[in-house]
């Protein structure tokens, strides 16, 4: 996958390259899919929801540039494959899923992987985790629209980084927060499900 997918396309970081070579993504896909998991494709993962092709993952978490010291939130954990990814290279993710089926399937897996450094909450991600706010880097697994609750809970400095547009078609957006100005930058032409409001407890 690494290899085959990630390297001709463009993915640079040895960091990112290596998390990807470690975490086993078919452990986070139903058993019949298993041997489609390294496949250059979303996959669906229940609930309406997808597991973001292996292209995509690595592309966002490398536009986040991690070093390993940041405390990263990311809203949307679904089956806690990004989630599992970004535990590799910072000090704590946090993550949000709004879709309780979801969230327990995600904290399972990722149990089961001891991934320690991640806590994980059934809530709304456009609320954002103002409990163990601020943070280094927020990450948006879902396209819509960016919540001004986010970047207030963002450090100075920090990045929010999110597949920002209408549903179906939607672009990559990097926002650096400085002191007095929002700094933006678009990279790829994606699509994913749709950013939703509040918590769907069934």
């Known amino acids: 996958m690494v290899n ?3 390297v001709p396309r463009g993915i640079r970081d040895k960091r990112v390259l290596d998390a990807m070579r470690f975490v ?23 609930c309406g929801q997808t597991i973001s092709q292996p292209y995509m993952v690595a592309r966002m978490t490398e536009l986040l540039e991690l070093q390993g010291h940041e405390r990263v939130l990311e809203i949307g ?5 990004q989630t599992a990814v970004l535990s590799r290279l910072c000090r704590r993710v946090y993550s949000i899923e709004r879709i309780e ?5 995600a904290r399972a897996n990722l149990r089961r992987a001891r991934h320690a450094n991640v806590m994980l909450k059934c809530g709304d991600g456009l609320q954002g985790w103002e409990e163990y706010a601020p943070f280094d880097a927020i990450i948006v ?6 919540s001004d609750l986010w970047l207030q809970q ?3 400095g920090g990045v929010l980084l999110l597949p920002e547009g209408a549903e179906g078609s939607h672009r990559l957006v990097r926002r650096r927060k400085h002191a007095h100005i929002i700094a933006e930058e678009y ?16």
């Open 141 to 146: 697994t879902a396209g819509g629209f960016a």
């Open 101 to 105: 089926a979801l969230h327990q399937r």
């Open 187 to 202: 990279f790829d032409a994606c699509t994913f499900v749709p950013l939703l409001k509040g918590v769907n407890y069934r």
């Open 77 to 81: 954990t679904g089956c806690g494959y």
């Open 154 to 156: 963002l450090k100075a």
């Open 24 to 46: 086993p993504r078919h452990q986070f896909v139903d058993s019949a899919l298993a041997a489609r998991a390294y496949q250059d494709c979303a996959l669906p993962i229940g």
């Open 4 to 6: 085959a997918q990630l």
